[in-house]
């Protein structure tokens, strides 16, 4: 019933959109799932090329211009325990950062916190992720969150790792193992 409502609202909000064109503030999210067919702006093809290739995935499926905008500006930032910036930025500020500027939506600021947030929904199997969905993983020890992307596509997502931040496949045999849940982020 909550998937029919987060569907039901996300329609609205992408015809509310579609009919209100005009000029766009800061402040206008871009939710779009990858199933629905959408006119892009031509002038974005080549950062939709870039991560259409890096994804493996048709160029039509790269919609949300703002978030692989967002991706672009941070990717191969380093990696910060407690790093807030481009100097330097952990998982969860990461993620943190990328749902206030794409979505317009606060999160707290620690995996753990994420993970057990009222507004995340959890689910477990991986095969329903779709873009925007939070991945949760424990690696420092099994019994706790220690970890969070959020996922792409194509079985990938986007973290901030010791690699720094970086997009990686959940079918890796690292993160396999490490994997925990999945969080879809309720808009109220």
């Given at each position: 019933?909550?998937?029919?409502k987060f569907?039901?609202?996300l329609?609205?909000t992408?015809s509310?959109?579609?009919?209100f ?11 779009v799932?990858s199933?629905t067919?959408v006119?892009?702006?031509p002038s974005?093809n080549?950062l ?8 493996g995935v048709?160029?039509d499926s790269i919609t ?5 905008a967002?991706i ?6 380093p990696?910060k325990?407690?790093g807030?910036d481009k100097n ?7 993620i943190q ?7 317009d939506i606060s999160?707290p600021?620690?995996a ?6 009222r ?14 969905d939070?991945v949760?993983f424990h690696t420092v020890?099994?019994r ?7 996922y792409?596509?194509?079985?990938q997502f986007?973290n901030a790792?010791?690699?720094g931040?970086?997009i ?12 925990v849940s ?6 109220n």
């Amino acid at each position: 019933m909550r998937a029919f409502k987060f569907l039901l609202l996300l329609l609205i909000t992408i015809s509310l959109v579609a009919c209100f064109g005009g000029k766009k503030s800061s402040k206008d999210k871009i939710v779009v799932s990858s199933q629905t067919k959408v006119k892009v702006d031509p002038s974005y093809n080549a950062l939709r090329e870039k991560y259409a290739r890096m994804l493996g995935v048709p160029l039509d499926s790269i919609t949300n211009v703002k978030l692989y905008a967002f991706i672009d500006e941070w990717l191969n930032t380093p990696y910060k325990w407690g790093g807030t910036d481009k100097n330097g930025i952990d998982c969860s500020a990461f993620i943190q950062k990328l749902l206030l500027e794409v979505y317009d939506i606060s999160i707290p600021r620690v995996a753990v916190d994420q993970f057990f947030n009222r507004n995340v929904e959890k689910f477990r199997r991986s095969r329903y992720l779709v873009e925007g969905d939070l991945v949760f993983f424990h690696t420092v020890n099994e019994r706790t969150i220690s970890h969070v992307g959020l996922y792409l596509c194509n079985r990938q997502f986007i973290n901030a790792s010791s690699k720094g931040v970086t997009i990686a496949n959940l079918d890796d045999p690292y993160w396999r193992t490490k994997y925990v849940s999945a969080g879809r982020v309720k808009v109220n």
